[in-house]
C-alpha cells in the first residue's frame, strides 16, 4: 500500500509563513499523533561543508525542534561522519562545519550529536531483516539510540546514487565510516588512460591513498579503493569511471537496506 504523500509550496503572506506553513504540515501527517513524552528524538539532516550552500537553512531544523519539544520530547540534531576529505571527516571538524553554517542550540533550539563518534567508528551492527545485500547495517550508535527518528531531507545531485531525498538522507548518511564503505564497496572507479592527464586531482581528494600517479597517469589501487566516487567528481577530463550499471544498482539497493535497519520497529 502506497504512503500517503504531503506537500506544501513556499509561498506565505501576512496570515502564515513558512515555518508556520511547516508546522501545519506535520500536524497534518499525523507526527503530532506520535507519543514523544520523555522521547529521545533523532533529527537526521546534513550540515553542509564549509563554504556549501547545499543544506537546509538552521530554522527548518528549529521548527521540526520546537514541534518535538512542545509534545514533550527531548530532541537532537545529528549525521554520521562522511567517508571522503572534508569539513565533516571527524566529529570536532563536523561540528565546527555545523556552526559555521548556522547549527547551534541558539539557532535550532537543540543540541548536536555526532551519531558515530569522535573517528566514526562508533556503531551498531542492526541486522536487516529480508535483506539480500546487507545481513547487518552499520549505523551510528546515537541513531540507533533515539527512540523516535525524523528526517529532515534536502535533494541534491551524487556521483553514483544520481539525485538523493530521504533514502540517501537516511541509508548512507546514519551509515558509519564502515557502513559507508560497505555500501560503496559494490563500485571501484577506474581510469581511462587515454583521457588522463596526470593533474593529481583524484590523489588530492582521495583519503586512502588509492590513486597512484606513474609515468603522468593515474591508476586506481583497487585494494585501497573505497568506492566512495569523489575522484569521479573532480577529473577535469572525466578519466575516472564507473565499471558499469550494476555497480550504481548494488550502491542503492544497499542505501534501501541501510534505511530499513534504520527505521524499522519505531516511530519515524
Known amino acids: 500500500m ?7 509550496d ?26 514523544f513524552t520523555d522521547k529521545y528524538v533523532a533529527i537526521k539532516l546534513h550540515f553542509g561543508e564549509p563554504g556549501n550552500l547545499a543544506f537546509l537553512r538552521p530554522n527548518w531544523a528549529k521548527t521540526v525542534a520546537d514541534f518535538v519539544k512542545e509534545r514533550g520530547g527531548k530532541p537532537f540534531l545529528t549525521d554520521c561522519n562522511t567517508l571522503y576529505v572534508g569539513g565533516r571527516k571527524n566529529a570536532l571538524d563536523h561540528l565546527d562545519s555545523a556552526m559555521l553554517n548556522g547549527f547551534n542550540p541558539m539557532t535550532t533550539g537543540c543540541q548536536i550529536l555526532i ?25 551510528g550508535r546515537a541513531v540507533m539510540d533515539a ?5 529532515l531531507t534536502h535533494f541534491k545531485g551524487h556521483e553514483e546514487a544520481g539525485f538523493g531525498g530521504c533514502l540517501k538522507n537516511i541509508g548512507m548518511g546514519c551509515g558509519s565510516r564502515a557502513g559507508k564503505m560497505e555500501q560503496h564497496n559494490a563500485g571501484k572507479p577506474h581510469v581511462a588512460e587515454k583521457l588522463c592527464i596526470g593533474c593529481g586531482q583524484c590523489r588530492k581528494i582521495c583519503a586512502h591513498g588509492a590513486p597512484i600517479i606513474t609515468d603522468g597517469k593515474a591508476v586506481i589501487d583497487h585494494d585501497r579503493c573505497v568506492g566512495c566516487g569523489r575522484c569521479i567528481a573532480v577529473c577535469p577530463k572525466n578519466a575516472v569511471q564507473v565499471n558499469g550499471d550494476e555497480t550504481t544498482t548494488n550502491l542503492n539497493r544497499k ?3 541501510y534505511t530499513k535497519a534504520v527505521v524499522d520497529g519505531r516511530p519515524c
Open 2 to 8: 502506497a504512503s500517503k504523500v504531503y506537500f506544501a
Open 10 to 35: 513556499l509561498r506565505a503572506d501576512f496570515h502564515e509563513n513558512l515555518q508556520q506553513k511547516l508546522t501545519r504540515l506535520m500536524k497534518t501527517a499525523g507526527m503530532g499523533d506520535i507519543d
Open 115 to 139: 551519531a558515530d563518534g569522535l573517528k566514526g567508528n562508533d556503531e551498531v551492527e542492526v541486522p536487516v531483516a529480508g535483506g539480500e545485500y546487507v545481513k547487518n547495517a552499520k549505523i
Open 147 to 151: 527512540d523516535v527518528f525524523i528526517s
Open 255 to 257: 542505501i534501501a537496506e
